[in-house]
């Protein structure tokens, strides 16, 4: 318990500037609406060049957010507690959906492409409820917990996480408030999933055994 607790210690300063700039972009929310915010980022800057981007390169990308916790968990030769931190970000990120989930089913919001002129990119299965984002928070769950273990792999998953809040907003199933409020909450379901790791790692060894 005490060593996982040190290493959130230890990069601190990576999450403390991850809330710094989520309260960023609430300020920002709060400060032009969420709608106007939304309309900015799906219509003001929208372009061909960026629909291509988004659907073309960054969509594949966001397979690293799966790839990488897996190679940790599998690879043979990574030691137990690296393979442990894997496991726990798989289980953070989906444990992180399916709060979301529930969360919707009680929060019925509805998406912005059903109040506003919104353009959507994509055609992608979609639950009535907007908020909060589940897709946002299954990439923020998975990704702190790798950042907690490796911050250079970490770092990259932040980035595609935060990339994956653009692009449900950019692609128009999602206002900007719902990405910020599930990346809120994602990244205090990992912190606390990340708690759990020393036990993990004791049923790990037993099984094992």
């Not at 629909?51 to 030769?77: G, N, R, T």
């Amino acid at each position: 318990m005490y060593k996982a607790f040190s290493k959130i210690q230890r990069n601190f300063p990576l999450t403390l500037s991850i809330f710094a700039i989520l309260a960023l972009l609430l300020l920002t929310d709060l400060v032009i609406g969420d709608s106007t915010f939304f309309l900015f980022i799906n219509r003001e800057i929208a372009n061909p060049t960026l629909d291509f981007v988004c659907l073309y390169i960054l969509l594949p990308l966001f397979s690293l957010l799966f790839i990488i916790p897996l190679a940790m968990v599998f690879l043979p030769h990574l030691e137990i507690d690296c393979r442990t931190s894997g496991l726990i970000s798989l289980l953070s990120g989906f444990f992180s959906y399916g709060i979301g989930s529930l969360i919707k089913c009680f929060v019925m919001r509805p998406r912005p492409f059903d109040v506003l002129p919104a353009r959507v990119l994509g055609f992608w299965h979609t639950a009535t409820s907007s908020f909060p984002s589940t897709t946002t928070m299954l990439a923020f769950g998975i990704a702190i917990s790798v950042l907690v273990e490796k911050p250079r792999y970490g770092s990259i998953l932040v980035i595609l996480s935060f990339l994956v809040g653009f692009f449900v907003v950019y692609s128009g199933f999602h206002f900007p408030g719902d990405v910020i409020a599930g990346a809120f909450l994602s990244i205090a379901i990992a912190l606390f999933m990340n708690k759990m790791k020393t036990w993990v790692i004791s049923l790990w060894k037993s099984s094992e055994e």
